[in-house]
């Protein structure tokens, strides 16, 4: 099956820092990356959708200056977390679809924890 | 961003009992439904999908049952087994500039008791 590879598992950081994850689809072409950001025992929020080679378009209320989304090849879509405080603490999961696929394939996503 | 941000509901069953988890969907345009299972700490896990064009799925111990009339959607686990325990989340896909997007629903904690 279709492999989605997000690193780090877990990062912890100091307020005022960037963090950068990554996910790489490993055995597929990902035209199309979601990120999604997951609070304890609540469901998962879509924050933005990047195909490859385009500009990511962010959900409603999700800061694109804060939340840096690159998508430059087809398996590899990175989220850069900018000055990251310490609400910006939560479990971020990425996930892939290949071209006119509608199933997702997620990452084993990244707890960020900021100080 | 999209979803329904409500602190989880739970089931509990027994282990062997059939499993029933519910979930009502937003719109009524969305033609591809899908179930996740999510374990702690994890990413969600595929387990089944649907089209609206369909009522009825059955997948090997799961069925997803759609009803488009009230927009629901259900996840019959069949013998459930302490494995079985997780989060589940009901997703729908919207149509989205340039392409689709996938929308989760509230999610529900499944407990398994031995």
């Known amino acids: 099956g279709a492999v989605v590879s997000q690193h780090p598992s877990r990062v912890i950081c100091k307020s005022g820092t960037s963090v950068k994850i990554e996910c790489r689809s490993l055995?597929?072409?990902?035209?199309?990356m979601f990120w999604y950001r997951q609070f304890p025992k609540q469901s998962l929020m879509l924050m933005a959708t990047?195909?490859?080679?385009?500009?990511?378009?962010?959900e409603q209320g999700v800061e694109k200056d804060k939340f840096l989304i690159n998508h430059a090849s087809l398996t590899l879509s990175t989220l850069t977390v900018t000055s990251a405080h310490p609400e910006d603490s939560s479990f971020y999961i990425c996930s892939a679809s290949s071209r006119g696929g509608e199933k997702l394939f997620f990452g084993s996503g990244t707890q960020l924890s900021v100080l | 961003g999209e979803s329904v941000g409500l602190h989880l509901p739970t089931l509990s069953v027994q282990e062997g009992d059939n499993s029933i988890i519910n979930c009502a969907y937003s719109?009524?345009?969305?033609?591809?439904f899908i179930w996740y299972k999510q374990e702690s700490g994890k990413g969600p896990q595929f387990i089944i999908d649907?089209?609206?064009?369909?009522d009825k799925r059955q997948g090997q111990r799961v069925t997803v049952l759609l009803n488009k009339t009230v927009k629901h959607l259900s996840l019959q686990i069949a013998a459930t087994q302490p494995g079985d325990s997780a989060v589940y989340f009901c997703?729908?896909?919207?149509?989205?500039?340039?392409?689709?997007?996938?929308?989760f629903g509230a999610g529900t904690r499944l407990f398994v008791k031995a």
């Open positions: 719109n009524s345009a969305s033609d591809y």
């Open positions: 649907i089209r609206s064009n369909m």
């Open positions: 990047s195909n490859e080679g385009s500009k990511a378009t962010y």
């Open positions: 997703a729908e896909n919207l149509s989205s500039t340039g392409g689709f997007k996938t929308i």
């Open positions: 055995d597929f072409q990902a035209t199309t």
